[in-house]
């Protein structure tokens, strides 16, 4: 088999610490829809890790991506210009949600979005330090690592990591959203003013950089009493408030950026992700004070603001208008949360839906004692699999849901339907129904 063969191959070539989540290869994909080599068709729930918010292969991405490489791929923007990247960086300055005027800066990935931030944040307020959360990802180079908030898989064995990062707890900044809006307010305050007193006094703090829904850390939105707490507390104390727009970026939560739900105006949105539909692109957009902090060579990078990717992203920012796709996330995600709430209900194995937009995700936990539980969630992802959808986790007990904002309803509703066979084969695997475990009440944003 064609499979088999090549993942002797890839054992062989390729390194252990490059992760897969489906021993698939995949031979093209359209839309939603992704067949690998086998000649097998799955629906992907995955949508690449949330970059394919405007569907695979989408026939303007692709007509756009074509048009340029037969006219310039490469010329480096730091040697020879191109008008593209203006066009882009005056789109992206007009629709984020800050004043302006402001500035963009292209890149390639979203952890040099984030290195960048920082860097940009540290020239602007003269201040060296980092503020970040428990449970959030930033990337995987050294400055990023120091600033994801997971041990194990991401940081393990890799430090020491650099200094001056410090990190909140993410409770109670992502609390349920039907949390008291006091309450939560109250401890958000007390945990900056223990950060305040006991890890670095806030005027030595550049940034605090929040990803307004966890991606990897488990899908949960920052509850909206948190998040004024952290604009006014930055405001205040001089520092940066930076939103890491990654994964939650590009009509995911039901506008351009899950802060403009939130009614949130950060000083810095970083991007990546949807924002080409798969080419490597990534931006920085702030004001134009704060972009023009950094000296002239200060900023940069070979391949940052690559034409072709430029072109691949003019073109998703057009699809996204003409298909209002940041209207259709919602309407996807009020189905997901069906779903997911029924499964909550019939089962103490899932707890606790949440999310934002189509941006969703539901624990999944040992019945008997509510704990995360990895290895039930794995079971769930195989049995997707076996059923034709494609669906990852987060947190490692978490199912999120990343589909194209493309799909169309009855691809939509065939895929929810394997999801829930799926979390059915799981349950029936399982003792029989024990008593529900305190906690599985649903939760949005």
């Known amino acids: 088999m064609k499979t088999e063969s090549l993942l002797e191959r890839r054992t062989a070539a390729v390194p252990r610490g490059a992760f897969n989540i489906a021993p698939l290869f995949a031979e093209s994909a359209s839309g939603s829809k992704i067949r690998d080599v086998e000649g097998r068709e799955f629906l992907d729930f995955c949508g690449g890790i949330g970059v394919l918010n405007v569907g695979h292969c989408h026939p303007a991405v692709v007509a756009a991506i074509q048009e340029q490489a ?17 066009r882009l960086a005056e789109r992206l300055n007009a629709i984020v949600p800050m004043p302006g005027p402001n500035k963009t800066l ?91 007193s006991y890890q670095t006094e806030p005027d030595r703090i550049a940034c605090l950089v929040i990803e307004p829904v966890l991606g990897e850390g488990g899908f949960l939105p920052v509850h909206p009493a948190a998040f004024r707490v952290l604009r006014d507390v930055c405001t205040d104390r001089g520092i940066l408030l930076v939103s890491d727009e990654v994964q939650s970026g590009f009509g995911r939560c039901g506008d351009w950026f899950a802060c403009q739900r939130y009614g ?11 924002l080409a539909a798969g080419m490597p692109l990534s931006a920085v957009t702030a004001s134009a004070e704060i972009m023009d902090a950094a000296q002239v060579g200060g900023l940069g990078g070979t391949y940052g603001g690559n034409p072709v990717a430029l072109a691949a992203a003019l073109a998703v920012l057009d699809v996204m208008e003409q298909e209002r796709l940041a209207e259709r996330a919602e309407g996807i995600g009020e189905r997901v949360m069906e779903l997911f709430g029924r499964m909550a209900e019939r089962s103490p194995c899932f707890v606790r839906p949440r999310g934002l937009g189509a941006m969703r ?52 509703e065939a895929g929810l339907r394997m999801l829930d066979e799926a979390a059915a084969s799981v349950e029936e695997s399982e003792a029989p129904a024990r008593a529900p475990v305190e906690g599985a009440e649903t939760v949005s944003t």
């Not at 950060?266 to 949807?274: H, Y």
């Not at 992802?381 to 799909?407: C, D, F, K, Q, Y």
């Open 361 to 412: 995700g539901i624990e999944v936990v040992d019945p008997s004692t509510g704990a995360p539980d990895a290895a039930r969630a794995g079971r769930l992802v195989t049995a997707a699999r076996e059923r034709g959808l494609l669906i990852m986790t987060a947190s490692g007990n978490v199912i999120r849901t990343l589909m194209p904002l493309t799909i169309s309803d009855q691809e939509l």
């Open 70 to 86: 037969a006219k310039l791929i490469h010329s480096c923007w730091h040697v020879v210009m191109y008008e593209p990247y203006v």
């Open 264 to 274: 949130i105006v950060p000083d810095m949105i970083l991007m990546a992700k949807s």
């Open 106 to 196: 292209f890149l390639n990935s979203g952890a040099e979005a984030n290195e960048n931030a920082v860097k940009i944040a540290r020239a602007y307020t003269k201040r060296t330090a980092v503020a970040v959360f428990e449970r959030g990802f930033h990337g995987r180079t050294l400055l990023t690592l120091s600033m994801t908030g997971k041990v194990d898989p991401y940081r393990r064995g890799f430090g020491p990591f650099l200094p001056s990062v410090f990190r909140l707890p993410y409770e109670p900044f992502f609390a349920p959203a039907e949390a008291d809006s006091a309450t939560v307010a109250g401890e958000a305050m007390s945990a900056l003013d223990h950060l305040f």
